[in-house]
């Protein structure tokens, strides 16, 4: 069935970092992509998403491209914030008609330190 | 703009009870899907409706029910509580189409003791 992986985290960084979040998919079809965040005792928040290969999804400083020909979707940021520490979690949707559901992965914790 | 509305946000049961988490989906949007999240994992595909019509399901135990109303409201209903059962849930509504991103609630924790 459809998947996605993530890297594991803890990724810890500093203040201005660059930010390199992992993440693949295996599914059939042509799935779209999303990255969600996750604050603190709070719900998923949409990031950014993209619905076709070569799609370049970007908010808030992040970005992320479907690489259909790699089954990736890495989410990047120039400079990371402390603002930025959170959970985030990569997600496909694959379904036809008003079928079909999220799939996600199993989530990245982010820390940011001063 | 408006969001997605769970309630309550903190529940408090016992085993072998039930619980009721309701959910009031983005004006206009037509799909509800709802999601388990035990502590550290990710969010797992319980069920979903389109215009008041289960569409799909995932790992929903049998004793979990779902419907949604005629005003696109959905309730998730969950009889004979085990300790198991204790985590986040997240309703989430979209327009319907594929592409269309899902947006979640800030979920219902729900403990069981």
């Known amino acids: 069935g459809d998947s996605v992986t993530q890297m594991e985290g803890p990724v810890t960084l500093s203040e201005e970092a660059f930010l390199t979040i992992n993440c693949t998919y295996t599914?059939?079809?042509?799935?779209?992509l999303f990255w969600y965040v996750q604050y603190p005792g709070e719900g998923l928040q949409l990031l950014l998403k993209?619905?076709?290969?070569?799609d370049k999804g970007s908010n808030k400083g992040f970005e992320a491209t479907y690489r259909k020909e790699t089954t990736s979707f890495h989410l990047e940021k120039g400079s990371v914030q402390v603002s930025d520490s959170a959970v985030y979690f990569c997600a496909l949707y694959n379904g036809s008609g008003n079928t079909g559901k999220l799939i996600f992965g199993q989530g990245t914790t982010l820390q940011v330190k001063p | 703009a408006a969001g997605v509305i769970q309630s309550p946000r903190h529940l408090i049961k016992e085993k072998r009870e039930t619980a009721t988490l309701k959910c009031y989906p983005i004006?206009?949007?037509?799909?509800v899907y709802w999601y388990q999240q035990g502590p550290g994992q990710d969010p797992q595909f319980l069920i979903s409706?389109?215009?008041?019509?289960?569409?799909d399901k995932g790992s929903i135990p049998d004793r979990f029910s779902a419907q949604q109303f005629s005003d696109y409201h959905s309730e998730l209903n969950m009889s004979s509580l085990e300790l198991g059962d204790s985590a986040l849930y997240f309703c989430?509504?979209?327009?319907?189409?594929?592409?269309?991103?899902?947006?979640f609630g800030n979920g219902t924790r729900l403990t069981v003791t």
């Open positions: 004006p206009r949007h037509d799909t």
């Open positions: 599914a059939t079809g042509y799935p779209s």
């Open positions: 989430a509504s979209s327009s319907g189409q594929g592409s269309s991103p899902l947006h």
């Open positions: 993209a619905t076709k290969a070569d």
């Open positions: 409706f389109y215009e008041k019509m289960q569409s």
